[in-house]
C-alpha cells in the first residue's frame, strides 16, 4: 500500500525567509502527488498537483514543488514567505489504480516569525 | 460557483447517539468523498461515492456508512457514536472521481461526550 511520510512536524521560518517542506512516497509506480494548505478550521486549500511531465510544478500563491523519482520526493518549497503562510501542509498521494482516494501525510505545522 | 458545502459545521453529540452529515458537492461533480481528521491519527480515506455507488472504502468499521442521491448530495451516518469519534470530518468532490483536482468543503467538527 502507498504511504506519505513528512518528517517535520513543525517548522518555524522568518518572514521573508525561503521555505522547504519535505514529502517522501512510497508507492511501486509514478503515483499522482499533490500539496494540500489548511488553516485552523478550515478545510483543505489544493497549492499543486503532479501527474506527469515537468518534475518542477508551479502552484498558488507562489509555491512550487519538484518531484524526483529517485528519491521517491516530493518537496515544497517557496522563496520567500508570508506571515499569511502560516498553516498546517498536506503532501498526499493518490494510488492511480482507480482506488481514488488520497492518502495523506501527518501533515507539517508552519509557523512564521515576524 | 459555489464550493463544497458541509452541514452542519458543528455537531455534539452524545455516546451511544447516532449523526448524520450532509455534504452538497460542487455543481456537476459526481463523486464525494469523505475523510475523517484527528490529531492522533490525521487524515484518514473514509469512503468514496459516484453516481450513487459506494466505489471504494477505507478501514473504518460498520458503524461508518453513506450514501449518495441522485443530485450528488452525499450523506454519512455514524451509529453508536464513541468518544474517539470526535474528529473532523471533510467532504471532497471531484468531477472525474480521479482525484485530479479534489475540492474540499469546512468539515463538520463532531464532538461525542
Known amino acids: 500500500a502507498q504511504s506519505v511520510t513528512q518528517p517535520d512536524i513543525h517548522i518555524t521560518v522568518s518572514e521573508g525567509a525561503s521555505l522547504e517542506l519535505r514529502c517522501n512516497y512510497s508507492y511501486g509506480a509514478t503515483p499522482y502527488l499533490f500539496w494540500y494548505v489548511q488553516s485552523p478550521g478550515q478545510g483543505l486549500q489544493l497549492l499543486l498537483k503532479y501527474f506527469s511531465g515537468d518534475t518542477l510544478v508551479q502552484g498558488i500563491k507562489g509555491f512550487e514543488a519538484e518531484f524526483k523519482r529517485s528519491q521517491s520526493s516530493f518537496n515544497l518549497r517557496k522563496p520567500s514567505v508570508h506571515w499569511s503562510d502560516a498553516a498546517e501542509y498536506f503532501c498526499a498521494v493518490d494510488s492511480n489504480f482507480g482506488n481514488e482516494k488520497l492518502t495523506f501525510g501527518t501533515g507539517t505545522r508552519l509557523t512564521i516569525i515576524p | 460557483k459555489a464550493g463544497v458545502t458541509q452541514t452542519p459545521r458543528y455537531l455534539i453529540k452524545t455516546r451511544g447517539q447516532q449523526v448524520t452529515l450532509s455534504c452538497s458537492p460542487i455543481?456537476?461533480?459526481?463523486?464525494v468523498s469523505w475523510y475523517q481528521q484527528t490529531p492522533g491519527q490525521g487524515l484518514q480515506f473514509l469512503f468514496e461515492y459516484f453516481s450513487e455507488t459506494q466505489r471504494n472504502k477505507g478501514n473504518f468499521p460498520g458503524r461508518f456508512s453513506g450514501r449518495q442521491f441522485s443530485n450528488s448530495r452525499s450523506e454519512m451516518n455514524v451509529s453508536t457514536l464513541e468518544l474517539g469519534d470526535s474528529a473532523l470530518y471533510l467532504c471532497?468532490?471531484?468531477?472525474?472521481?480521479?482525484?485530479?483536482?479534489?475540492?474540499f468543503g469546512q468539515g463538520t467538527r463532531l464532538t461525542v461526550v
Open positions: 455543481s456537476g461533480h459526481r463523486s
Open positions: 471532497a468532490s471531484t468531477y472525474t472521481g480521479d482525484n485530479t483536482e479534489a475540492f
